[in-house]
C-alpha cells in the first residue's frame, strides 16, 4: 500500500507569519490560525501522515534557546491536537543560511530524514503527497523532494509577487484550510 503524507512548514501555515527577517520567540508570539487544528485533524481522517519542517535560524541568532523552542513545540502541538494525535513528527533546522546546514530549506534533507524515520522510501510514497508552504524555499524543498508543492497566501508571499517566483508551486491556495479541502476532496490512491 502506498504511503501518503503532507508536510507542512510552520510559521505563515499553521501560525501566524512573524514578518520578514522576525521570529516566533515566545508561546505569546505564536499566533495559531484558528482552522489550523481541525484542517490537520482532516488529513488524518484522509490517512495522511503529517510532518512539520520548519526552518528556526532563531536559535542559532540566539534569539530564543533550543528548550524555549521545544516548549514552544510542546505548546503548539497540544493546542494543534487537542488531546489527540495528530502530528507524527516536527522537525527543525535551527542554522543561519550563512553556516550552510545540509538540512536547512529550501535543501529536502529533513524531508528525506522524516520518511527514514517513519520507514518509508521516496518511490512508496503516493503521488499525492504534499509539502504545504508559504514560502518559495519550501516550494524548491518540495521540489527537490519529488512532493507536489502548495503555497498558501497567509504567510510570507502574496499573490500580487506571483510572477516574480523563481519557482512555480502546483498549487496556490489561499490558506491551509483551502489547502486541505482540495487535498481531502481529490484522492489519487
Ligand atoms: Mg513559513
Ligand atoms: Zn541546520
Same mark, same amino acid.
Given at each position: 500500500?502506498?504511503?501518503?503524507?503532507? %508536510?507542512?512548514?510552520?510559521?505563515?501555515?499553521?501560525?501566524?507569519?512573524?514578518?520578514?527577517?522576525?521570529?516566533? #520567540?515566545?508561546?505569546?508570539?505564536?499566533?495559531? %490560525?484558528?482552522?489550523?487544528?481541525?484542517?490537520?485533524?482532516?488529513?488524518?481522517?484522509?490517512?495522511? #501522515?503529517?510532518?512539520?519542517?520548519?526552518?528556526?535560524?532563531?536559535?542559532?541568532?540566539?534569539?530564543?534557546?533550543?528548550?524555549?523552542?521545544?516548549?514552544?513545540?510542546?505548546?503548539? +502541538?497540544?493546542?494543534?491536537?487537542?488531546?489527540?494525535?495528530?502530528?507524527?513528527?516536527?522537525?527543525?533546522?535551527?542554522?543561519?543560511?550563512?553556516?550552510?546546514?545540509?538540512?536547512?530549506?529550501?535543501?529536502?534533507?529533513?524531508?528525506?530524514?522524516?520518511?527514514?524515520?517513519?520507514?518509508?522510501?521516496?518511490? @512508496?510514497?503516493?503521488?499525492?503527497? %504534499? =509539502?504545504?508552504?508559504?514560502?518559495?524555499?519550501?516550494?524548491?524543498?518540495?521540489?527537490?523532494?519529488? +512532493?507536489?508543492?502548495?503555497?498558501?497566501?497567509?504567510?510570507? @508571499?502574496?499573490?500580487?509577487?506571483?510572477?516574480?517566483?523563481?519557482?512555480?508551486?502546483?498549487?496556490? =491556495?489561499?490558506?491551509?484550510?483551502?489547502?486541505?479541502? =482540495?487535498?481531502?476532496?481529490?484522492?489519487?490512491?
Amino acid at each position: 500500500m502506498s504511503k501518503k503524507i503532507v %508536510f507542512l512548514d510552520r510559521d505563515g501555515v499553521i501560525n501566524e507569519y512573524p514578518g520578514d527577517g522576525l521570529y516566533v #520567540l515566545s508561546k505569546e508570539q505564536l499566533r495559531v %490560525f484558528p482552522y489550523a487544528g481541525e484542517s490537520i485533524r482532516r488529513l488524518k481522517e484522509a490517512g495522511y #501522515l503529517v510532518y512539520i519542517i520548519s526552518n528556526q535560524a532563531c536559535v542559532s541568532k540566539g534569539l530564543i534557546s533550543v528548550e524555549a523552542l521545544k516548549d514552544m513545540t510542546g505548546y503548539l +502541538l497540544s493546542s494543534l491536537e487537542q488531546g489527540q494525535e495528530l502530528i507524527d513528527g516536527v522537525y527543525y533546522c535551527t542554522h543561519r543560511e550563512e553556516e550552510n546546514c545540509p538540512y536547512r530549506k529550501p535543501s529536502p534533507a529533513l524531508i528525506l530524514e522524516a520518511l527514514r524515520t517513519c520507514g518509508i522510501s521516496k518511490d @512508496e510514497l503516493n503521488s499525492s503527497s %504534499f =509539502f504545504i508552504g508559504d514560502s518559495l524555499r519550501d516550494v524548491k524543498a518540495a521540489k527537490a523532494a519529488n +512532493l507536489k508543492s502548495i503555497i498558501v497566501l497567509s504567510g510570507r @508571499e502574496s499573490i500580487e509577487r506571483k510572477d516574480s517566483w523563481e519557482v512555480k508551486p502546483d498549487y496556490i =491556495f489561499k490558506d491551509l484550510k483551502e489547502a486541505v479541502d =482540495f487535498i481531502v476532496k481529490n484522492p489519487k490512491d
